[in-house]
Structure formats: C-alpha cells, structure tokens
C-alpha cells in the first residue's frame, strides 16, 4: 500500500506518547491500543496524526481540511462521553465522504443494544440467553420465563463495565439491588440474561464483503476459579494488568474444541457479522455450555486491537502479523469508499 495520510482519532486522554519508557504497566495499559495502531502505522511508513475528540466535532473538521487525510483511523468508542454516540462520528465522515476504517454506523447501532442484537440474532435461529431490559425508574418484576440465576449488565455499555461477581444473582432481591446498580452508578437500562455456565469464546471476522473468521479464542481464567469466582469477564479480569497476572488470566486458541464444532462457532459468527450488517472488523463473543451449545452474547465492532488483544493475538495465529492486521484494516475501510470523493 501506498504512504498515506492517516488521521487517527481517539479519546483525548489516550492520544499516546512517542514511547512507552517511564510509564508503568498500568499507565500504558489506558493507551496500548492507541500507541500500538500509531507507532505500527508509523513504521510502516505512513503519515499519521492523532486528534484526541470528545465533545466538539469542529476539530474533525479542522483536520480533514487541514491533513487532507486519505483515511481516518477511527479508535473512539464513544462521544460526548455517550458509548452510545459512537456511530455519529462515521455518519459525520461519510458526509464529509472520507474514508475511515472499522463498522458502518447502522452496524454499530445494531450491535449496540444488547437487547436488539439478541433478537436479531434468535430470529436467525442462533442459540441466545432468554433475557429482560429493565428500564430506568421501573420496578424490576422478573418475568416468570427468566430462571435464576441470572448476569446483569448495563444494556449499552461495553468493556465488561459495571461487571462483577456481584453481577450475578440468584434471588429476586439480588437481581433487584444489582439492577439499581447498573441504574445509579453506569446510568443506563439493565439486561438481565439467562447465566452460562461454561467456556468465553471470542471469534474475530474481518471484512466487508468477502469475510475472513478467525480462529476460535478463549479467554481462560487461570486460578480464579479455585478462589470460589464464576469465571466471567468482570472489569478486573478485563482490565487490572496486575490482577490478570495474579491469577493467570490469558487469552489463546480454544483447545479441545472438536473440528467440527469450531467450524460450526466459525459459521455462526459470520452469520451473527452479517445479519447485523457489521463490517470492517468485529468480534463475536460466546458462552459455551456443557453440552456445546454456543450462546451468543454480544458483538463487540471496532474491538480493541491492540497487539495483546484478542483480536491481533488470532489474527497472528492466523498467519495475519499485526502490522499487516492494521493495514488490511485500513484497505477495507479505503475500498467501502470507493464510490465516493477521494480527499487529498
């Protein structure tokens, strides 16, 4: 590919440093996909320019005129500090008919509300925990089709916010304190769903058109278990670097997996990419159960990318090395553009 003029944007507190000497695990790991995506696009010759973005879009503009990008690099995931904003700054970029890389703001929508992807995703016949939304300022009443016990999670926020093993409950009082929870301190609706007991699989699929599904991955929870835990994925298994390595929290292939089942989970994660109308790149997230039934539980577009992350770590197994990963990212957000106005 051709040098190219790359607009990064990104929440301003992650515009990352020239390098990491200095900074501490913890520090580094608030950035690590940001520094990662600008350091390798760098390297491989490119023009990039991180804009931190967070309550105004006149700066986007500013820079599109300015830069004259030939594409964007989109890492934001939210805006107005609203996770549920985030298919805006696409929107705003097709109107300005500029490419930019990862999902369409209408896949991003879809996949957004945990409670819509699911129906979607049932409606195509594919394996999803029975669930309830419980609003905010109603009275939670479990539905007499909803058996204990249960995972509560914010409807709409991603990155395992507000998830603890709290979050599971199995009575009605606790289903009632943990939707206050998600109310009063995450601020959003509450989905109680159906609790899996089994494997977190993570698939990854790459593409517009023509999809290319990664290996099956696992996230495997090391010795949490044997400390009375459910091995879910809570903000500290998700996101404490230090606890991660306490209790050998990692991520790798899916072992053990029978061929035919994991072609079987490979299938239906790219039914899942293209019934929402994802494209870029995603990563589909399962619960497997005891007798290898696959659930669908989110879709996460635009997932992290960072070189530890779990979808650079599949793509690499893959034979896909990150720097390559970045710039087939970059060739598919370029080719979704095509029939629009080049820029620059």
């Not at 003029?5 to 790991?29: E, K, W």
């Not at 306490?246 to 293209?274: C, F, M, S, T, W």
């Amino acid at each position: 590919m051709r040098r190219l003029r790359i607009l990064a944007l990104m929440h301003p507190d992650f515009v990352p440093p020239d390098s990491t000497d200095g900074y501490t695990a913890r520090q580094i790991n608030e950035w690590k996909t940001e520094f990662d995506v600008v350091s390798t696009l760098r390297g491989a010759g490119h023009e990039v320019r991180p804009l931190g973005v967070q309550e105004e879009i006149k700066p986007v503009r500013d820079e599109i005129e300015r830069f004259k990008p030939h594409v964007v690099f989109n890492l934001l995931e939210q805006f107005h500090h609203e996770p549920v904003y985030d298919q805006h700054i696409p929107s705003y970029l097709e109107l300005m008919q500029v490419p930019y890389t990862g999902c369409n703001p209408r896949g991003l929508i879809l996949a957004r509300g945990k409670d819509l992807s699911k129906m979607l995703v049932h409606h195509r016949r594919i394996a999803v925990p029975v669930f309830a939304v419980f609003p905010m300022r109603r009275k939670v009443m479990r539905p007499a089709r909803l058996a204990l016990p249960l995972i509560v999670k914010s409807l709409s926020e991603d990155g395992s916010r507000g998830i603890s093993q709290a979050s599971i409950v199995d009575t009605d009082e606790k289903l009632a304190e943990r939707v206050a929870f998600i109310h009063e301190r995450v601020g959003t609706a509450a989905i109680a769903e159906q609790y899996i007991e089994g494997r977190e699989l993570y698939v990854g699929v790459l593409g517009n058109n023509r999809l290319r599904v990664l290996p099956v991955w696992e996230l495997k929870f090391g010795s949490m278990g044997g400390h009375g835990a459910r091995l879910i994925a809570t903000e500290k298994v998700k996101h404490d670097p230090s606890y991660q390595e306490r209790v050998g929290i990692e991520d790798g292939p899916a072992n053990n997996l029978a061929p035919e089942l994991h072609a079987r989970i490979q299938r239906i994660a790219k039914r899942i990419y293209r019934t929402l109308g994802l494209d870029g790149y995603a990563r589909i997230d399962f619960r497997l159960s005891a007798d290898g039934t696959p659930y669908f539980i989110e879709a996460n577009p635009n997932p992290e990318i960072a070189k530890s992350q779990e979808f650079a770590t599949a793509a690499r197994h893959d034979g896909l090395d990150y720097p390559d990963l970045l710039q087939r990212i970059l060739a598919l957000g370029m080719s979704r553009a095509k029939a629009g106005v080049s820029v620059g």
